[in-house]
Each structure stands twice: as structure tokens, then as C-alpha cells.
T-cell receptor, first 111, second 112 residues
Framework: NAGVTQTPKFRVLKTGQSMTLLCAQD?????MYWYRQDPGMGLRLIHYSVGEGTTAKGEVPDGYNVSRLKKQNFLLGLESAAPSQTSVYFCASTGGNQPQHFGDGTRLSIL | GQNIDQPTEMTATEGAIVQINCTYQ??????LFWYQQHAGEAPTFLSYNVLDGLEEKGRFSSFLSRSKGYSYLLLKELQMKDSASYLC?????????????FGGGTRVLVKP
């Protein structure tokens, strides 16, 4: 049972480039979340989804877009990367009244 | 909105006890979670409180007082492997997406 899988694990981008981070879960969870974590800080919610075909903004959504076309996948897009988006990105999922399960993270550097 | 405070850093000796406090002011409450995060790794679930009182899981215990907006995580018989960050998080209700709002995390350093 893989749980929550994030790809890629590491990436370096140049300012202005675009990319998509993929999160896949095999637990049939309804709820999925994207967070960012900056040095010395806790996790901040970017966007989330309460089910297939739905998305909603979190605390820090600017500069990011998401899609949940399939229940098991939650994609996070950066249309035009900026140095301020250098961070570690975590995806998480839950079935509802349960703890969130986290992926291993994607370390993204934008030069 | 949600506001969650916890100390930035704590140091303790192997074999000792450490208590990590967390205070919160939230517009919605559907449970408080504690996660452990080792450097460079993902957060892993430790403990959950939704009602007032103490929850015990082996060497780890967590306490909640909803009226005071207060929780603590108690780590007993500290081991070197307990050196990590501990994240306090408050959950919104299901209607708000079961979202978690995290505190900044408390880095615990266990010394021999």
C-alpha cells in the first residue's frame, strides 16, 4: 500500500517557467490538500479538494492552480514560477474524520 | 480565522519528560492533532483530541481543554530519536473541508 505519492521529489526551475506537481493516493480518500512549508515555519494550506471535480482556495493560493479530475489524483500547477515559491510542498489526504496522511514532499527551488 | 501558538524550540535530556504547549484561537473547531516531523521528512500523525481530557499512547500523551483553547503534548522517557519538530494543528469542521491549520512547530532537541 503506497499511501500518498508525490512526484517529482526534487526540481529546480528558472523564474517564469511552469510546472505541475502530482499527488496520487491509493486509499480512496475524498479529501486532498496541498501545503507549502518554508524554513522554520509550519505548514500553510495552498488549495484543497473535498471530492473529485472540486477545488477550493486555502490560506496562500496566489500563483498556484489545482485540478482534481480523478479522485486519486490532485495536481498543483505553477504557471509562472517566482523565487518566492521556493519551498517544500506536501500533499495530504484523508477520508474525513481521520488524520491526514502526508506524502514525502517535493523540494522545489526557483532561481 | 485560526491562530495557533507553540514554542519555537525546547531542549531536554535523554530519559526525561518534555511538555510542549499549544494555544489556539479559532473560528471553528473539530479536533486538535499533533504531528511529528523529522528533518527532511514528512509529518507523521501522533495524537488526536476532540474532547477535553488526556489521551495516552505509549510514551506520548496529549491533553485538551477546549474552554481554554489549550493543548499539550507530553513526551516521556525521551529517546534520541525523539529529536524532531512537533506540529500542533486545529481542524475545521466537515462543512469547511476538514482543513488543518498548523502552528509553527516546536523543535525538540534531545541531548545525551
Amino acid at each position: 500500500n503506497a499511501g500518498v505519492t508525490q512526484t517529482p521529489k526534487f526540481r529546480v526551475l528558472k523564474t517564469g517557467q511552469s510546472m505541475t506537481l502530482l499527488c496520487a493516493q491509493d486509499m480512496n480518500h475524498e479529501y486532498m490538500y496541498w501545503y507549502r512549508q518554508d524554513p522554520g515555519m509550519g505548514l500553510r494550506l495552498i488549495h484543497y479538494s473535498v471530492g473529485e471535480g472540486t477545488t477550493a482556495k486555502g490560506e496562500v493560493p496566489d500563483g498556484y492552480n489545482v485540478s482534481r479530475l480523478k479522485k486519486q489524483n490532485f495536481l498543483l500547477g505553477l504557471e509562472s514560477a517566482a523565487p518566492s515559491q521556493t519551498s517544500v510542498y506536501f500533499c495530504a489526504s484523508t477520508g474525513g474524520n481521520q488524520p491526514q496522511h502526508f506524502g514525502d514532499g517535493t523540494r522545489l527551488s526557483i532561481l | 480565522g485560526q491562530n495557533i501558538d507553540q514554542p519555537t524550540e525546547m531542549t531536554a535530556t535523554e530519559g526525561a519528560i518534555v511538555q510542549i504547549n499549544c494555544t489556539y484561537q479559532t473560528s471553528g473547531f473539530n479536533g486538535l492533532f499533533w504531528y511529528q516531523q523529522h528533518a527532511g521528512e514528512a509529518p507523521t500523525f501522533l495524537s488526536y483530541n476532540v474532547l477535553d481530557g488526556l489521551e495516552e499512547k505509549g510514551r506520548f500523551s496529549s491533553f485538551l481543554s477546549r474552554s481554554k483553547g489549550y493543548s499539550y503534548l507530553l513526551l516521556k522517557e525521551l529517546q534520541m530519536k525523539d529529536s524532531a519538530s512537533y506540529l500542533c494543528a486545529v481542524r475545521d469542521g466537515e462543512a469547511a473541508g476538514n482543513k488543518l491549520t498548523f502552528g509553527g512547530g516546536t523543535r525538540v532537541l534531545v541531548k545525551p
